[in-house]
């Protein structure tokens, strides 16, 4: 294997274009989204849409563009850039406002469990409306109030009816990122959709689970609530109910039938190895955001930072700039290899994990860290330090929290099972 450090030409020209979106399109508006938490924000969500469509690919639609292309067996195999296309892209964007990268239209995790558990009619079927027309969202609900981390605790029940060949699935679902506008229709949005993880039989455990993808108003679902949250306020966060929704048979995703292993479930856990490297990019642009802002601030007052210096003497502070940048150095290179794993088709759910893990705990420190050094500058709503302090900590807790990933990273390195380490 070689190890290159350059960018190739694709990675470059995604990151230099989106640079100018981040600049122009999202600081300008940053704390005004922030503020009015439940506001869509139409115009960006337009443009985004359209610049996306323009660049050929969907920077929230976690669909690889290379993973679209056809495949000519004459030709010898290229490795993909999808993956590492996208992690730059997310990590620019979430530079510019990660709760703004955020409700860039696309098909989101929703899409993603599709490409990582769907049949190739499948894949055709949903994923093609997110290079519509129209921008569109999709969106994957898995969490209950009693179920989060543990995911085999999932009370919402499919069933299926012998007579009609449909599903019919009941429960409730929490903190569904994009899930008000994957499925409440909007005349400006395009027709979306939610995965929704249920059991199939209750008995068999985590191998009777499977997720179902229920299109934009169908009838038994609602939207109960918006959440109001500490940080990324700008991306709606819902509470969904199912009261015996009517699904067709072929929106299952994977086996219908309960097989005697996991098997099944660790498919669609695979949306995961693909997608936690691009959550932790997220995690690595708010770092870089905070310390960047943190040098600049230091700069106007006159504070260079004295890099080459022996440590003893370098001033607090310096060390402390430093430090952030190794962290967060550290982070992107964890989160490069995952996803180089991913484009390579090489297994990388311990990468995946380690790099979520990583980037969690680097955001959360570098931006406390930022918001303390720079006092009452950090603290005041007139810049935005105390925003990214605020936005860092989702990188912590969604696609499985820290601990949870650390639980996969030991298991992986340990060689246990789900069930012997838990
Ligand atoms: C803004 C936001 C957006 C979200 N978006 C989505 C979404 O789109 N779709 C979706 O399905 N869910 C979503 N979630 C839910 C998120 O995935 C869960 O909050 C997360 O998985 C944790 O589950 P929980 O909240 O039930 O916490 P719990 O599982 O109850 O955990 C509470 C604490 O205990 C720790 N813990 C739990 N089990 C263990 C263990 N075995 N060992 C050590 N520590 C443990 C956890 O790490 C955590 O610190 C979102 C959440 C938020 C806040």
């Not at 129209?134 to 085999?152: I, L, R």
């Not at 390579?344 to 570098?366: C, F, R, W, Y």
Request: net charge neutral; charged share 25%; aromatic share 8%.
């Amino acid at each position: 294997m070689t190890i290159e450090f350059e960018n190739p030409k694709p990675v470059e020209n995604a990151r230099f274009l989106l640079q100018t979106v981040a600049d122009n399109m999202m600081r300008p508006v940053s704390r005004e989204m922030d503020e009015k938490e439940h506001e869509i924000p139409y115009s960006y969500i337009e443009f985004m849409h359209s610049a996306m469509k323009a660049m050929g690919s969907g920077a929230g639609s976690l669909v690889a563009e290379d993973e679209k292309k056809e495949v000519d067996p004459a030709k010898p195999k290229r490795a993909s850039l999808g993956y590492q296309i996208l992690a730059n892209q997310l990590e620019m964007l979430s530079w510019g406002d990660v709760g703004m990268y955020l409700i860039t239209p696309g098909g989101g995790l929703g899409a993603a469990a599709v490409q990582a558990a769907g049949s190739s009619e499948q894949k055709t079927r949903f994923l093609a409306r997110f290079s519509g027309d129209k921008p569109t969202f999709a969106a994957m609900c898995m969490t209950e109030s009693q179920a989060g981390s543990d995911t085999s605790a999932i009370r919402t029940r499919a069933v299926l009816d012998e007579k009609t060949k449909e599903w019919v699935i009941t429960g409730e679902k929490i903190f569904v990122t994009a899930g008000e506008k994957s499925f409440n229709e909007h005349p400006e949005f395009g027709k979306g959709f939610l995965v929704v993880w249920a059991s199939i039989d209750p008995a068999a455990g985590r191998a009777g689970m499977r997720s179902f993808v229920i299109e934009a108003g169908t009838p038994g679902v609602k939207v109960t609530k918006l959440e109001s949250k500490m940080g990324i306020r700008v991306r709606d966060t819902a509470a969904i109910s199912l009261d015996a929704v009517r699904v067709p048979f072929e929106n299952i995703l994977g086996s219908p039938t309960v097989e005697k292993t996991t098997t099944g479930f660790k498919g669609a856990m695979a949306t995961f190895d693909a997608t936690r490297p691009l959550v932790a990019a997220t995690g690595v642009g708010v770092a870089r955001a905070a310390l960047e802002e943190v040098k600049k601030m230091f700069s106007e007052q006159g504070v260079i930072i004295r890099y080459g210096l022996p440590r003893q003497k370098l001033t607090a502070v310096e060390r402390d700039v430093i430090e952030m940048e190794i962290m967060v150095k550290s982070a992107w290179l964890m989160v490069l290899k995952a996803v180089w794993m991913a484009d390579n088709k090489q297994p990388n759910a311990l990468e995946s994990s380690m790099s979520k893990v990583k980037s969690g705990d680097i955001v959360t420190k570098v931006t406390q860290k930022a918001v303390e050094i720079m006092g009452p500058l950090g603290y005041s709503r007139e810049f935005l330090l105390e925003k990214w302090f605020r936005d860092a900590k989702i990188t912590d807790i969604y696609e499985g929290t820290g601990q949870i990933n650390r639980l996969v990273v030991a298991r992986h390195i340990l060689g246990y099972s789900g069930s012997e380490l838990r």
